[in-house]
Every structure is written in structure tokens, then in C-alpha cells.
């Protein structure tokens, strides 16, 4: 969709690039930059432009962010104002805390730069399947300027109205998500104690009403460990302490949302950091006297065709 609103890109980590790409592939006038510029390079090769100061895409319609932590987002947005320049409209996708996006939207404000915040559903091999999502909150009007863009990153987006609330709903998925993962690993290896194989109990279970998109994409690495990282053990921990701070602030229990984090902690603990996180799946093994090996047999993530 050739357009003449300038968009530029920071961050080109695993959900940045992918994103990015989908712009650039759709022909957008896209300007990137990444801290490691390395990283963002290929994405040239579907017409961004790659450049070396954040400064650089101060000038551009609207800048989208994809980065780490408050504090990573924080750090790059100061810098991308720095040279006394400023974008129309910052897009933050990054998971952040309520609180980090507030002060965001009023650091922009102050500068008067308008601030949608857009976190998404979904990894990199979401993305590429084209079937990321986004929560948006901020004013209408400039959710209605940005959503062309959404869309062509994914199925599209849901507005939840004005401020932080797209954080909240952010936080509340990602809790979903830590909670669902211990069980599916719990009762995959209750099942393979049991007798059967993991492939079997998760074809049962992933044409069965319980069945989801993430069940079905996380099936490969819980059949074959194959742990290829989509999302960190630590990602998932600071989403999880989000989720309790905000149950905290809101006097919400969260039981199950504690347990899963000392789990997610213990884990951590013992290194398992730097493979996916649903390596709990070999924690779970490990508490229940189990070795795990490959099933190596081919199923689907229900992502490919
Ligand atoms: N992975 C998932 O499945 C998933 C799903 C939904 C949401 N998220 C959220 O999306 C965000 C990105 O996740 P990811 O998996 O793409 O992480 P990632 O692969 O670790 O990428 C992080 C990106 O942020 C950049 N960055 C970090 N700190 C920076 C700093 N201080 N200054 C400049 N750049 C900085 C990194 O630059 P370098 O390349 O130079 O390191 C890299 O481009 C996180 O908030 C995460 O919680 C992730």
C-alpha cells in the first residue's frame, strides 16, 4: 500500500523485525533504526532505509517503538527528541507498565507528540504467519490515522479506549499466557507419566475444545524440545511481576499469577534463561523424575499452510 505518510522503526529484535518487515514488504516509506544496526540491515532488501541516528526519524509522520523495557523505550524515545525534532505520533508496541506508559504520554504530550499504546499477541513466527494482533489505547483520532499500519502488521487491532488501558489488557494476556504454559506442561508430562506419548496427548488435546492457536504453535517444542527462543524466561517474569503489581495497585487476588511466577522464578534460578520459555516444560520433567527426549516426529505449529 504505497502511502505518502513517512513511518520510521525502532527496535529490530525478534518482534521489531518481523513487524518492520511487514511494512516494508507492504510498500511503506519506512526508516529504521536498531542499536545494533546489523540487525535492521536486511530489511533494505524490501526497500527500508536503514539509518544511524535515532534523531534521524524525529522528522517521520509516525514512529513506531519495539524495544525491551520502560527503561529501553524511555531511553530511545529521549533520544529520538533529542536533536530538537519531532514525529506526529508515537506508536509504543513494547510490553510496558501502566505506569512507564503514563509518563510517556506525558513526556510526548509536553512536546506535543501524539502517543497511541499498541502492545501485541502474538511471537515472530506469529508475525509472519500474519496474525499478530494489537491492543490500542489513546485518542480515537489518532488510532484512526495509525490503523492502516496495524493492520498490515497482522489481522488488525482493538481499540480499548482513551489512556493506559492497552497496557492493562496487555498485562492481563501475558498472565494468561504464563499461567497456561505451566499447566500445558504440567499435564503433557502427567500424560507421558502416564504412558502416552506427547505427540498423541497433544493432537487429543489441540483438536479438542481446549485447543488454541498458542497450544498448537507451542505443540513442536513441547514434542520435539526444540526451544528455539521465541519469548524469554525473563520476558515472561517481568510480565508476570506486572500483572501482580497491577493486582496489587487494584486489590485483585492473583493466586495462580504468584505461583506461576516462584515456578518461573525457581526456573531462573537454576539458569534456564536464555532458551524459550516453555522449556518449564523440561523444569516440569525435572520435579516429576522424568528424562525427556525428542518424540522427533513431525507436527504442525497450525501457523504454516
Ligand atoms: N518475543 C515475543 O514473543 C513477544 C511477544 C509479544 C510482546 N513482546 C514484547 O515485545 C518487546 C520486544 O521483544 P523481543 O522478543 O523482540 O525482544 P528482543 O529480541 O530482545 O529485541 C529487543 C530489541 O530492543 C532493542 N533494545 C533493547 N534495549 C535497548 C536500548 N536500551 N536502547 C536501544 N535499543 C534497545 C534491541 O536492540 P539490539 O538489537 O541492539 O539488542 C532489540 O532491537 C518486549 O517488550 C517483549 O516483552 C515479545
Known amino acids: 500500500m504505497p502511502t505518502p505518510i513517512k513511518l520510521g522503526w525502532i527496535g529490530t529484535g525478534r518482534m521489531g523485525y518481523e513487524m518492520a518487515a511487514r511494512l516494508a514488504k507492504g510498500g511503506c516509506d519506512l526508516a529504521v533504526w536498531n542499536r545494533t544496526r546489523a540487525k535492521a540491515e536486511p530489511l533494505a532488501k524490501y526497500g527500508a532505509k536503514v539509518v544511524d541516528k535515532l534523531s534521524e526519524l524525529a522528522s517521520k509522520d509516525i514512529v513506531f517503538v519495539m524495544v525491551s523495557t520502560w527503561d529501553d523505550v524511555k531511553e530511545v524515545v529521549e533520544k529520538l527528541l533529542a536533536g530538537g525534532g519531532k514525529p506526529k505520533m508515537v506508536v509504543e508496541c513494547s510490553s510496558i507498565s501502566l505506569e512507564g506508559s503514563a509518563e ?31 491492543v490500542v ?9 495509525a490503523r492502516p499500519y496495524l493492520d498490515m502488521m497482522g489481522t488488525g487491532s482493538s481499540y480499548v479506549g482513551e489512556g493506559e ?3 492493562i489488557a ?39 475444545v481446549m485447543g488454541s492457536m498458542f497450544t498448537r504453535y ?35 487476588p492473583m493466586p495462580l499469577t504468584s505461583l506461576t511466577r516462584d515456578l518461573l522464578q525457581q526456573m531462573i534460578g537454576q539458569g534456564m534463561t536464555e532458551q524459550d520459555f516453555s522449556t518449564l ?13 525428542p518424540e522427533n516426529v513431525p507436527v504442525g505449529d497450525g501457523l504454516s499452510s
Open 104 to 134: 510517556l504520554r506525558q513526556m510526548l504530550k509536553g512536546k506535543g507528540v501524539e502517543y497511541l499504546a499498541a502492545p501485541v499477541s502474538g511471537n515472530a513466527k506469529v508475525i509472519k504467519a500474519g496474525k499478530l494482533t494489537f
Open 137 to 145: 489505547s489513546g485518542p480515537k483520532a489518532a488510532y484512526d490515522t
Open 165 to 167: 488501558l492497552a497496557r
Open 170 to 208: 496487555k498485562i492481563c494476556h501475558n498472565v494468561l499466557l504464563g499461567v497456561v504454559i505451566q499447566n500445558l506442561c504440567e499435564v503433557t508430562i502427567l500424560a507421558q507419566k502416564a504412558g502416552m506419548p506427547r505427540h498423541a496427548f497433544l493432537d487429543f488435546l489441540n483438536k479438542s
Open 218 to 252: 507451542k505443540a513442536p517444542a513441547l514434542v520435539n524440545l526444540d526451544f528455539h527462543v521465541t519469548f524469554t524466561p525473563k520476558l515472561l517474569r517481568k510480565d508476570l511481576d506486572l500483572g501482580l503489581d497491577a493486582g496489587r495497585e487494584l486489590e485483585v
Open 281 to 293: 516444560l523440561l523444569a516440569q520433567a525435572k520435579a516429576s523424575g522424568i528424562e525427556l527426549k
